[in-house]
């Protein structure tokens, strides 16, 4: 058995997100250097499903090597240290093979060979102090899920009676039991906080309350009220809660307790919300706004997972006095569809907040900060289901926890844990019967360096890649990287067609530090752009231009762009609320066409400028691309986006096509280009261009106004070259057509096909024939 102490080399391993390996692996040859580089390999290469990258180093370097990759790389997630990697052993049965794993970590390890690595994680730890970007823990205590007995979907039958208006389509429910839990956790976490607080000078809301299942569950003793916009519950009052205000609620407290005081207001509430990583948030925050506004104390919410990070709260604006004191994870199947009263299961947070009027110094619920940092550590698990079938993840981290017990290293919860243990089990290459065990440190615990080392991280109100609207920075990094790299002149001008929440504008002042780009950006949505505007301003106003515009009608003047960027909007998708993108013509102001937008990037860029396009609508993208006259500089496959497969191509643009034709001409002709011209565009007066880069033949009267003729896309014929033909005692003229940029080069010979046959059945003056 061999340990990293005991090599002449340490092993560093880097998880990258799909898409990304290229780039990652130029960026870790360089930081560790030649000199210090004993070898790197692809442990594992599966594109959107993340990728491992393994290197060799030096282990006297291993300390500087860290932290300089800690602090520098853009496009790596997290950093593993090797810790122990076992020699091959037999793997037999479940029990002789698990007390192998026991016995390699008991007698391999001890606390002075983690010392080291402990340094050298919390040095890697300072480095990213002021990082805390993506999955950081959030203020406030993780309480265990709360027990629930039978999950029953409804207290008794008349629970499912519904109102006169049925119930709202796409609607969960939560469940009765599950809400009668949370209902009581949320009152005790109230009365902890505050003890002199009585439940009778109290005023319960039940914002959204849908059925009633909260409702029903809140305690008797002060005032209750329901509200939802379609109520499935007689109790439940037919109202928006964004028409809540502090003096109806004062008003109802006196019609319900004939008192005129102001109560202490709660409010609990499942807001409506759509399950995806990559989901649109903004309705959410509102909702806690409002709660705000309306002058309440306390406010518990029901949300996805992914809407709990801090991040995203600052990135759409939620009030800084709301204050996270607690949450916990719902257990699986909490809600059911009342339509079909079949449960269905989303990851969700229950969130406890408080609403104060001041700056709150200390949270009772935050983690002591000693406690914190008291060197334990915490395991995670990992084995070849196909290549270990005869044990389960369960037992092999139980033995590893053991195995770690045997050799003194102390343990804790995920919690109280300050340092976090990755421990795998797989066979090594060519390997029937044999097994190896590794042990790796993480170096950067819920900060992936992707997100903490992009130049968003910087900007507080950026939600660095979580929202909607946003691209993730290491793949706006990438876009930025792949074009300006091409950009001859010194400041060259980079459009971004749809703005969202400014990542492209931010990550491309990094890209070329010494050679900066003008960045001229546009978004259809105005509050977006003066956020975007905002966000810029906090890292100094860069060379960035924020305008509002539509990207299918850019308002600027062509061949002025040396690069063109767009993550373009896809359909069939809930992770990303984008407008529904068409491959024919329809509204303007319904949908987004991608051949209007390339058609806008094709006009607006210099002669070979570079555009890259991104999207996780793989059929549309190729489709437009390959319509237009690009050449294809690149294509990255495989990408993740918000855990959808999608594609970044990279096009340059080309010169505009041309055909030439040859003609028997008289011998006394001279140049016949104007006379051919005509006649070529006179042949196509009926053939247009579409919206969507289509030729189309249509009568004039029909023609929508924003389709272009293309007798105005014939643009120039010119005489190329004269010959005399002796064996026919005939003269020769080739004339070359020009077309259009917009025109590819398929589309050309369509139309020279069309010309070919109006000079043949009607020949001009001067021409005898086609040669």
């Known amino acids: 058995m061999t340990t990293a102490k005991e090599c002449i080399h340490a092993i560093l391993r880097f998880t990258i997100s799909g898409g990304l390996e290229s780039l990652a692996e130029e960026e870790v040859r360089r930081e560790v250097g030649n000199e210090d580089l004993i070898d790197v390999n692809w442990s594992r290469r599966r594109g959107q499903y993340g990728s491992q990258l393994e290197i060799k180093c030096v282990a006297s370097k291993i300390h500087s090597i860290g932290i300089r990759c800690i602090r520098n790389l853009k496009f790596v997630d997290y950093v593993y240290l090797g810790i122990l990697q076992s020699e091959d052993f037999n793997d037999t049965t479940k029990t002789p093979f698990l007390s192998q794993v026991r016995h390699i970590i008991s007698s391999q390890l001890n606390q002075d060979v983690m010392n080291m690595p402990i340094k050298l994680e919390r040095d890697c730890r300072d480095a990213l102090i002021v990082k805390l970007v993506g ?72 914002a959204g309350a849908g059925a009633g299942v909260l409702l029903q569950n809140l305690p008797d003793d002060g005032v209750k009220i329901g509200i939802d916009t379609h109520p499935a519950h007689e109790d439940i009052h037919t109202m928006n809660f964004f028409s809540v205000t502090k003096n109806w609620l004062a008003e109802e407290n006196r019609k319900n307790l004939g008192v005129s005081q102001t109560p ?303 993550d373009l909007p896809f359909a069939g998708s809930k992770k990303k609320t984008h407008q529904t993108p068409s491959t024919c013509g329809m509204a303007r102001d319904t949908c987004l066409n991608y051949g209007c937008i390339m058609a806008e990037a094709w006009r607006v860029m210099r002669p070979k400028g570079n555009a890259a396009l991104i999207s996780a609508d793989n059929n549309n993208l190729g489709y437009f691309a390959s319509k237009f006259n690009w050449k294809m500089i690149a294509t990255i496959n495989r990408i993740n986006l918000g855990g959808l497969l999608g594609s970044l191509t990279v096009l340059k643009k080309s010169e505009p096509c041309y055909k030439d034709l040859s003609l028997w001409v008289s011998a006394n002709e001279d140049d016949l280009s104007q006379l051919i011209l005509g006649r070529a565009q006179e042949a196509c007066r009926d053939i247009y261009l579409s919206q969507c880069v289509e030729l189309d033949k249509r009568k004039r009267e ?35 057509f020009w077309f259009d940029g917009l025109i590819a080069n398929k589309q050309a010979k369509q139309i020279e096909q069309i010309i070919r046959m109006n000079l043949l059945e009607n020949p001009p003056i001067g021409v005898i024939g086609l040669r």
């Open 702 to 736: 029909d023609v929508p106004s924003h389709d272009k003729e293309l007798s105005s896309l014939v643009v120039s014929a010119e005489l190329r070259d004269i010959f005399f033909c002796e064996e026919k005692q005939l003269l020769s003229h080739c004339y070359r």
């Open 135 to 206: 999955l950081e823990k959030l203020p406030g205590i993780l309480l265990p899920t709360p027990h629930f007995k039978d999950a029953k979907v409804h207290s008794n039958e008349e629970d499912t009676k519904t109102s006169e208006s049925g119930f709202v389509v796409n609607t969960i429910y939560t469940k009765w039991n599950v809400a009668q839990s949370i209902v009581a956790s949320f009152v005790k976490l109230i009365q902890e906080d505050s003890p002199n607080l009585s439940l009778s000078e109290t005023l319960f809301l039940d």
């Open 264 to 566: 202490c207001v709660c409010v609990i509430s499942n807001p409506p919300f759509s399950e995806g990583s990559r989901g649109d948030y903004s309705a959410i925050v509102k909702f806690v706004n409002h709660s705000v506004t309306i002058g309440a104390t306390y406010l518990g919410l029901i949300v996805p997972t992914a809407f709990a990070r801090e991040r995203i709260w600052k990135s759409l604006g939620m009030d800084p006095r709301v204050r996270l004191l607690a949450r916990w994870l719902l257990p699986h199947g909490s809600f059911f569809d009342p339509c079909t009263q079949k449960v269905v299961h989303v990851h969700s947070y229950f969130l406890f907040f408080r609403i104060t009027t001041e700056k709150v110094q200390e949270d009772r619920f935050q983690l002591n900060p000693e406690n914190a940092r008291n060197g334990k550590f915490r395991v995670t698990g990992k084995r070849d289901k196909g290549s270990f079938p005869f044990i389960n993840t369960a037992s092999f981290v139980e033995t590893v926890l053991a195995g770690l017990d045997d050799a003194g290293i102390p343990l804790t919860h995920e919690r109280n844990a300050e340092f976090s243990l990755s421990a795998k089990v797989c066979k090594p290459k060519g390997a029937k019967s044999s097994a190896r065990f590794e042990l790796f440190l993480l170096l950067n615990p819920e900060r992936p360096l992707s997100l903490a080392n992009s130049v968003s991280s910087s900007v507080s109100t950026h939600s660095v890649g979580w929202l909607s609207t946003s691209i993730k920075p290491p793949l706006a990094r990438l876009m930025c990287s792949l074009v300006t790299g091409k950009v001859d002149t010194e400041c060259g001008l980079l459009i971004n067609a749809m703005s969202g929440e400014g990542t492209i504008e931010i990550e491309s002042q990094g890209v070329q530090p010494g050679c900066p780009v003008f960045v001229l950006s546009g978004d259809k949505n105005e509050a977006a752009a003066l956020r975007t505007t905002a966000r810029l301003a906090e890292i100094g106003r860069p060379l960035v231009d924020i305008v509002v515009w539509d990207a299918q009608h850019l308002p600027l003047r062509s061949d002025i762009a040396d690069a063109f960027l767009v």
